[in-house]
């Protein structure tokens, strides 16, 4: 197997007194889009700034490929391409200067990649406009054109969806998956919003309080068997309640004349079958889907923040 | 272009395309051209001595300048029988004002530039941070000396390119309203005497000495401006000592460690004439002084810029 293109080896970091990463470990494939979700203040950003070099590890080691950001700081650098939080840019030069601006930063990048990364994110048109000008999709775009030009095995986006509609998230994630997919690139991309970048993720980190509290490979949640929401409309709902505990040994609640639980759906006829055998009416049966967005909600419980 | 120049490049790039920096070229200017309209319209050009007859005209001169001294001493007037008498006893006829005396009493502007250096040293560092843009600045494979000392040559640049501006376009001006004389020289008063002294000399050693302050004033607010990342704080104090120096120095003056105070060595032309602000100090003393201001400004710049985290605010 090839190298990862990134890992992070028990990385802590500590402010002040307080410990905010409490020790993650985790490793990123070539080629791979890697969602780091978390709640307002879990340590997605501050992660990130450590990936990045911006702030110094208090603990641990990251590693893009191969080389350590803490000893090898050019080496790793050269392999990644970021935004960090607001894709901030000189705003009274033009998207073009601006590229450029940072193209004099990086060894052997020419202006016809520049050009191509200008087409790239599709910003012909304004590149010529002063960025103050800009709106914010479109200082997304320049920022993600920025984090190409020196054609990085990891991408780094810190929230890449914040601020854009649906059809610029939706653009967002066909592109992602075409550079992770053509170019094998790595890519991490944070968020909040688990329901925005699912679709666009092979693997999700759950994030909660400095902790990694979960890998979740998003194409096994589909292969495995489905738990779903049931809801059951029955009368006496009490005594149903009980007969599936005894019986099916399934945790109910009551819910004004209802039944609410999870299971798998195939159990369901089996069930009604104990139900009806007891003399209880069944008026209803309704079956939702627990998406990942519910798991999500599962693992990190309330949104507190510590 | 090599990697390090590029890194200038892009600095100086920041720096010019801001309307602010043609905010203080325009003003300089706009200055000069108000100075030199002042001293046409104004300004003693020297223009009745360029005739043969100078010789009379300074005569005639001390003939009144002797009569107002009759009835009542002035010492300003004397001070100008003196210079006359000068010029009568070397033969030396006065020279008309022109384009070089003009650049030479122009060195008053250099506060100005180094005003200017001043904000766009603590600007250089601080607007990073308050743009956001200093996130984007070090992710890239260089190191943060690197980064910080193009920042840091790049405020020189500027110091550099604003004072050969104002040098220039002072000659050009100059030149314009009152022409230009070969080899100029003038006649001035110094340690007791009068005599005649180079203009280019002149000009080196007065804008040379304050660029002292200029360097040490703009790497002052480039240190601030690293480890506060913050502007206005930079700029304010920055000017703050610039114009309240000489006075904190008197204030201090009869306590054993005043001649270690910045101030105190940052005009080294007191060691012209022998008689610097606190006794016992030498040039050599004062350029030890400076150097090592200057060694632990450009320090705490470093350990700042490159130790501390950039974490959100
Ligand atoms: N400079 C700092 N000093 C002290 N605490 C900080 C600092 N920066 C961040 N923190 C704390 O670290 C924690 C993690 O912050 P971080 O910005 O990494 O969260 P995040 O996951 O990116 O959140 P969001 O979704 O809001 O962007 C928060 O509790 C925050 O208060
Ligand atoms: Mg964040």
Not at chain 2, 128 to 152: N, V
Request: charged share 20%; proline share 2%.
């Amino acid at each position: 197997m090839s190298e990862p293109a990134m890992q992070l080896l028990d990385v802590k970091k500590n402010i002040g007194s307080k410990q905010i990463i409490k020790g993650i470990s985790f490793t990123i494939n070539q080629g791979e889009v890697f969602g780091f979700i978390g709640p307002n203040g879990a340590g997605k950003t501050t992660t990130i700034r450590m990936m990045v070099g911006l702030m110094n590890l208090s603990d641990g080691d990251i590693r893009i490929m191969g080389n350590s950001i803490k000893s090898d700081y050019k080496q790793a650098a050269r392999e990644i391409g970021a935004i960090v939080e607001n894709p901030e840019m000189y705003p009274f030069m033009s998207g073009k200067q601006n590229l450029l601006h940072y193209a004099r930063m990086i060894p052997g990048v020419t202006k016809e990649r520049v050009h191509e990364v200008i087409s790239l994110v599709g910003l012909e048109k304004p590149i010529n406009d002063k960025v103050g000008k800009y709106s914010l999709g479109m200082r997304q775009r320049l920022g993600i054109a920025q984090a190409l030009l020196h054609k990085p095995s990891v991408l780094i986006l810190d929230e890449p969806t914040n601020g854009l509609d649906p059809a610029g998230i939706r653009e967002i994630r066909t592109y992602i998956r075409s550079l992770a997919e053509k170019e094998n690139v790595a890519v991490i991309i944070s968020s909040h919003l688990l329901s925005e970048i699912e679709q666009m993720c092979d693997r999700i980190g759950i994030i909660k309080n400095g902790e990694l509290i979960a890998i979740q490979d998003v194409h096994d949640t589909q292969a495995e068997k489905q738990i779903s929401q049931i809801l059951m409309e029955v009368t006496p709902a009490e005594k149903a309640c009980e007969l599936l505990k005894s019986q099916h040994d399934i945790e109910s609640a009551v819910k004004g004349g209802a039944l609410l639980f999870q299971n798998e759906k195939e159990l369901i006829p089996q069930l009604i079958k104990t139900l009806v055998e007891h003399d209880i009416s069944v008026f209803q049966v309704s079956v939702t889907k627990a998406s990942l967005e519910d798991k999500f909600f599962d693992l990190i419980g309330e949104n507190t923040i510590e | 272009m090599s990697n390090f120049f590029k890194l200038l490049y892009n600095e100086q790039f920041k720096i010019y395309i801001r309307k602010s920096t043609w905010i203080m070229y325009l003003l300089l200017a706009g200055i000069i051209v108000t100075l030199a309209v002042v001293a046409n319209s104004y300004g003693e050009l020297n223009e009745k001595y360029q005739q043969d007859n100078w010789r009379e005209v300074l005569q005639e001169e001390n003939n009144e300048i002797n009569d107002t001294l009759k009835k009542n001493e002035d010492s300003f007037v004397s001070m100008q029988l003196e210079k006359n008498n000068f010029h009568l006893e070397n033969d030396i006829q006065p020279r008309e004002y022109d384009a070089w005396q003009f650049v030479m009493e122009n060195e008053l502007l250099l506060s100005l530039v180094t005003l200017f250096t001043i904000i766009v040293a603590a600007g250089i560092i601080a607007n990073e941070f308050k743009w956001g843009t200093i996130k984007l600045l070090l992710i890239r494979p260089l190191s943060r000396t690197k980064i910080l000392l193009s920042k840091y040559i790049s405020v020189l640049v500027f110091a550099f390119f604003t004072l050969l501006f104002v040098l220039l376009f002072s000659w050009i001006v100059g030149a314009l309203f009152f022409g230009v004389n070969g080899e100029p020289s003038f006649v001035q008063y110094q340690l007791g005497n009068y005599a005649e002294a180079s203009v280019f000399e002149e000009i080196t050693k007065g804008y040379g000495y304050q660029l002292v302050t200029l360097l040490m004033m703009a790497t002052f607010a480039f240190m601030i401006s690293s480890a506060f990342r913050q502007s206005s704080l930079a700029i304010g104090v920055a000017i703050f000592l610039m114009f309240a120096g000489n006075s904190i120095v008197g204030f201090f003056a009869d306590r054993s460690w005043a001649k270690y105070i910045l101030f105190a060595n940052t005009n080294l032309e007191q060691y012209e004439f022998g008689d610097p602000m606190i006794e016992g100090m030498t040039l050599g003393f004062s350029i030890s002084v400076l150097a090592v201001y200057y060694i632990v400004f450009l320090l705490i710049s470093w350990l700042f810029f490159t130790k501390r985290d950039v974490a959100g605010h």
